[in-house]
C-alpha cells in the first residue's frame, strides 16, 4: 500500500495473489491468530487482538469481537469442528476435517480418507445445496493428522472459488458471513426463478460493487481495505482465467505456436528453461499477444488514413459534480476508486460520441486510444483523431475556435 500525497492512495499487487488457512489450534507455546482466536470466549478473544494491536482502541475491538461470535456463522462452524477435533484426535491417528464447497464440515479418517458429514450446529443455515460436495482441491483444511503427527503450523491455500474465501479474509466487510461466489451461483429473477444457470465471477463483482438502498454500504466505507478488496476480485478472476488457458490449450491450438520443435532444432539449447510451453491467446488482455495485436492494428489505421489530426488527453477531475454527488458522508473521492472509474468511463464515452456522431471537430475518420493511469491514482485517456480535412484545419482561427487556454483571474482563490 503506497500513499500518493495527501489523497490517493494505490494498493499494488504482484504476481498471484493468494490466501492461507492455518492450523485451527495453536501449537504449544504459541499465542492464538487469526481464525484461532474464535475459539476463545469474547472477552478473551478481544484480549488477544488488543494485545497484538496495542494502537487500537480496545473498546471498540470488545464490541466488534462481541458481535462477529454472535452474528457470523462461520465462527460457529470453527467451534464445531474443534469439538470434533478433539473427540476424532483419541480414536484416530490419519485424520483431515474440511470446509467442503457446500459449506458442510467433512470428516476424512484414516488412510484411505472416508468421508462422511459432521453435524453441524443449529444456528449454522449457509447450507450451499447447489453447489458440488464431493472431494477436490476446493477443500478447506480446518485441522490435519497424518499418523499421530499434528500438522503444527502448517498452511494450506483458501481456493479463491469456495464460496467461504470471501468472507474468511474480510470479515469486518461481511460480518454475517455472506457466501461469495462460487460454481453453484445463479442468477435470479424478480420471481425466484433462475433467469441464468450459471453466473460468471466477474459478473459476480460487478454486481457487488454497485451500492443498493436495500444492502449495508459497509464494503464502500473501508476506504484502503475496500480498495485491498476491488483489487483482490480482479486478482481472482484473473487468475481463473489464466487457469482456463492453461488447462484448454488444444482448444486454442497452441500447437501452431513456437514450441519445444522449434527448440529440438536450434543448435544451442539450454534444457533447463526447455518444457511444457503455456500459450497466452490474444484474447488475453494484457498479455503480449494482446498488446502485439494492438500495435499492429494502430500501424494499419495510421496506414491507412495517415497521420492523426488531433492529439487528446482526457484526464478524469476528482471534483466532477457526478462523483461528489454520489459519495457516502465523510468521503472524498480517493475513498471510491469504483466511482471514479466509472464516471470516467460514462465521460470517455460521452466524448467519443461527440467526436464521431456530433463531429465537433469535423468528419470523423477513426481513431486509436489508450487509458491509463497517474502515479496520483486517477485514469487519464490518450487519444489519436482522424478526421477528414481540408487546407485550413490548421488555421490558426480554426485551431481557437476548439482549444483555447486560459489564466484565473487575480481575486480567484487558489485551493
Known amino acids: 500500500m503506497s500513499e500518493m500525497g495527501t489523497t490517493f492512495q494505490m494498493f499494488q499487487i504482484h504476481g498471484a495473489l493468494y490466501h492461507r488457512q492455518g492450523p485451527l489450534v495453536p501449537g504449544d ?3 492464538a491468530l487469526y ?14 487482538r488488543s494485545r497484538h494491536a496495542q494502537e487500537l482502541d480496545a473498546d471498540i475491538i470488545s464490541s466488534l469481537t462481541l458481535m462477529l461470535q454472535e452474528m457470523n456463522p462461520l465462527i460457529h ?6 469439538e470434533r477435533l478433539i473427540e476424532i484426535a483419541e480414536v484416530e491417528t490419519s485424520f483431515r ?12 479418517r484414516g488412510v ?5 458429514n459432521l453435524p453441524t450446529a443449529d444456528e449454522v443455515s449457509m447450507i450451499l445445496p447447489e453447489e458440488y460436495g464431493s472431494a477436490g482441491f476446493r477443500d478447506i483444511v480446518l485441522a490435519s493428522r497424518t499418523n499421530g503427527d499434528d500438522q503444527g503450523n502448517h498452511f494450506t491455500l483458501i481456493n479463491p472459488n469456495h464460496a467461504s474465501y470471501r468472507p474468511l479474509h474480510y470479515v469486518l466487510l461481511f460480518p454475517y458471513g455472506e457466501p461469495g461466489w462460487h460454481w453453484g451461483t445463479t442468477l435470479d429473477n424478480r420471481e425466484g426463478g433462475h433467469q441464468k444457470k450459471n453466473l460468471s465471477q466477474r459478473t459476480f463483482y460487478r454486481f457487488r460493487l ?5 444492502e449495508p454500504s459497509t464494503i464502500f466505507q473501508a476506504q484502503k481495505l475496500f480498495q485491498q478488496f476491488v483489487v483482490d476480485a480482479w486478482a481472482v478472476c484473473d487468475q481463473n482465467k489464466l487457469a482456463w488457458i492453461r488447462s484448454h490449450q488444444a482448444n486454442i491450438r497452441s500447437d501452431l505456436y ?20 503455456v500459450v497466452l491467446p490474444s484474447s488475453y488482455l494484457g498479455g503480449d499477444r494482446f498488446m502485439q495485436q494492438l500495435y499492429q492494428d494502430s500501424i494499419a489505421i495510421v496506414r491507412h488514413f495517415g497521420k492523426p489530426s488531433l492529439f487528446i488527453t482526457f484526464t478524469a477531475n476528482p471534483k466532477w459534480v457526478e462523483i ?16 471514479v472509474a466509472r464516471v470516467f468511463n460514462l465521460k470517455v464515452r460521452d466524448l467519443l460520441d461527440q467526436i464521431r456522431y456530433k463531429e465537433v471537430f469535423g468528419p470523423w475518420l477513426g481513431w486509436v486510444w489508450t487509458i491509463e493511469y497517474q502515479k496520483r491514482g486517477l485514469p487519464h485517456l490518450h487519444l489519436l483523431v482522424f478526421l477528414r480535412t481540408d487546407h485550413e484545419f490548421l488555421t490558426a482561427g480554426n485551431i481557437d475556435s476548439f482549444i483555447s487556454a486560459e489564466l484565473p483571474p487575480a481575486d480567484d482563490a487558489i485551493n
Do not use: W
Not at 462452524?77 to 474443534?82: E, S, V
Not at 513456437?258 to 510451453?277: F, W, Y
Open 29 to 31: 507455546g504459541r499465542d
Open 35 to 48: 481464525s484461532q482466536i474464535y475459539l476463545y470466549d469474547p472477552e478473551f478473544a478481544a484480549q488477544t
Open 77 to 82: 462452524i470453527y467451534l464445531t469442528a474443534r
Open 97 to 108: 476435517i474440511i470446509l467442503n464447497p457446500q459449506l458442510r464440515l467433512v470428516v476424512e
Open 112 to 116: 484411505d480418507l472416508r468421508r462422511e
Open 210 to 214: 454497485h451500492p443498493r438502498l436495500d
Open 258 to 277: 513456437h514450441g519445444l520443435a522449434d527448440v529440438m532444432e536450434s543448435e544451442d539449447i539450454d534444457l533447463t528453461r526447455t518444457g511444457k510451453r
Open 324 to 339: 461528489e454527488r454520489e459519495l457516502l458522508p465523510a468521503q472524498t473521492a480517493a475513498d471510491r476508486p469504483d466511482l
